[in-house]
């Protein structure tokens, strides 16, 4: 066959890099934006922020602070001693937590102290001998934040240098020892290694009667019955009768299963809006966040330069300048219509609240804004919106409808607010089945079978029925 030339036309799709960097930036949360904005700052000249000229001189000042105390030396730490005592090296290194967790605390304002600086100024105040001290202070630093004591004996002996104790079975009992010494530390119920320890350790510290014999029974043998609320079961295990049960019940309930969760520091974490709903002249208007919105332009000094320049390399900075700014603007004009479609959509929910949330599909949103699925799906991802209501991503307005006896539909989420209302208003003594709930809301018009009734509630982390009623 001789070789021969031929022509071919065919059609395929191109993504300039100017597109590819539209789409990659639709997709990214506000954190990520700024986060990629500024590293294309620290690579490219021509783009600058507007505020750059007001914030130069703290920059500035920041700068030449964190160039003085890089510039300061750390002294070297003296390597220890040979023969230094390995209870001593122990007290001062041991850490089961990370560095990045020891910076954390350094951070810490000094009136809120941790569950271990308390632990450790109680057990500076004991009568224990060095040893002994040593021994609590390990256990101390093993508990996780809730005040549990997650690893066993035998693993922190193991961590333990081979001169600590000749003996293993010496050194087990020690450590039984400083554990029984931790659990008698405030607040009651740390060290323990199980939620029964732990609640067990905390009735203990009432006064004895008839009432904590019974919770210590319940909470040692039966806690799994008293949590799956059994109450027959644990009536014909413990042979108490109804207002016995009842009063253990009660005292059990006022132990705390998390005794180190109130020292824990919550780390606030807080959502910027791409977008504020608010209602003006009796309509809801969506407009965007001016605090998310990075304020970007092209280095005018640099614009100059180039003008005249004959490298093509300052050229082609320029132009991704110019096409990041586009592309930001872009981005944000595009959250804003689909923020817009979304709230002309779901104004019921803005006034009513979630009852009032009407089935929603991406889809809808595509065909009135005449743009891709793909497209409102990456606008809807970690983009949020701020409501009288409220701020939400906006894939909550988005769910699945449910079939209605006129016709209609009903979306998931008012079905599920409908559902949190029912329990809510329910009878403690007698609450309601999946089975029932199904039917109250069909004698309303809304047609929901139970397993879908049973999937809402377990989404909303309501317990099932049995667990619900009261003794």
């Known amino acids: 066959m001789k070789p021969s030339l031929q022509f071919r036309l065919s059609q395929h799709l191109t993504l300039t890099p100017q597109l590819q960097q539209s789409i990659r930036l639709l997709q990214l949360s506000t954190v990520e934006l700024n986060q990629e904005i500024e590293r294309i700052l620290m690579e490219n000249p021509a783009l600058e922020r507007e505020d750059h000229e007001e914030h130069g001189d703290g920059a500035a000042a920041a700068q030449g602070a964190n160039s003085g105390t890089s510039a300061t030396e750390a002294p070297a730490e003296a390597p220890p001693a040979p023969d230094a005592d390995w209870s001593a090296d122990v007290a001062a290194n041991w850490r089961t937590g990370s560095d990045d967790e020891d910076n954390d605390r350094n951070f810490t304002t000094p009136d809120t102290p941790t569950l271990r600086d308390h632990l450790h100024t109680q057990l500076s105040l004991t009568n224990l001998g060095v040893r002994d001290r040593i021994f609590v202070g390990l256990l ?12 066993s004996l035998e693993e922190i002996a193991t961590l333990l240098p081979p001169e600590a104790a000749a003996d293993a079975d010496a050194l087990a009992e020690e450590l039984s020892i400083a554990l029984r010494h931790l659990q008698n530390f405030e607040p009651a119920g740390v060290g323990a290694r199980s939620p029964s320890e732990c609640l067990a350790l905390q009735l203990r510290t009432h006064p004895e009667c008839t009432t904590r014999k019974l919770a210590l029974e319940i909470v040692d043998k039966h806690l799994e019955l008293l949590a799956s609320r059994d109450y027959s079961r644990l009536k014909s295990l413990t042979g108490a009768d109804d207002d016995a049960l009842r009063t253990a019940q009660q005292l059990i ?47 005018r000094l640099y614009a100059e330069i180039a003008a005249g320049a004959r490298s093509g390399g300052i050229s082609s900075q320029l132009q991704e300048a110019r096409w990041l700014i586009k592309n930001v603007q872009q981005r944000f004009d595009t959250i804003l219509r689909v923020s817009q479609a979304i709230v002309d959509r779901q104004r019921h929910f803005l006034e009513h609240g979630e009852v009032a949330m009407r089935p929603l599909v991406l889809r809808e949103i595509a065909e009135t804004l005449s743009l891709h699925e793909s497209t409102i799906s990456r606008v ?77 509630r377990e989404s909303l982390q309501i317990p099932a029925v049995n667990q619900r009623k009261a003794l």
């Open 253 to 299: 309930r006022g132990l705390n299963p998390r005794p180190g969760a109130s020292f824990a520091r919550v780390e606030a974490r807080y959502v910027v809006p791409d977008v504020v709903v608010r209602k003006t002249r009796n309509a809801w208007r969506a407009s965007l966040n001016p605090d998310a919105m990075p304020r970007l332009r092209v280095n």
């Open 380 to 456: 809807t991802t970690q983009k949020y919106m701020a409501t009288p209501r409220g701020t939400f991503e906006l894939k909550y307005f988005f769910g699945s409808h449910v079939a209605t006896e006129a016709g209609g539909s009903a979306s998931s989420t008012a079905i599920r607010a409908l559902i949190k209302q029912l329990v809510a208003a329910e009878d403690a003594h007698a609450p309601l089945s999946d089975s029932r709930i199904s039917q109250i809301l069909g004698e309303q018009g809304i047609v929901v079978a139970r397993r879908t009734i049973a999937k809402y």
């Open 140 to 151: 101390i630093d093993a508990l996780d934040d809730d005040g549990y004591l997650t690893q």
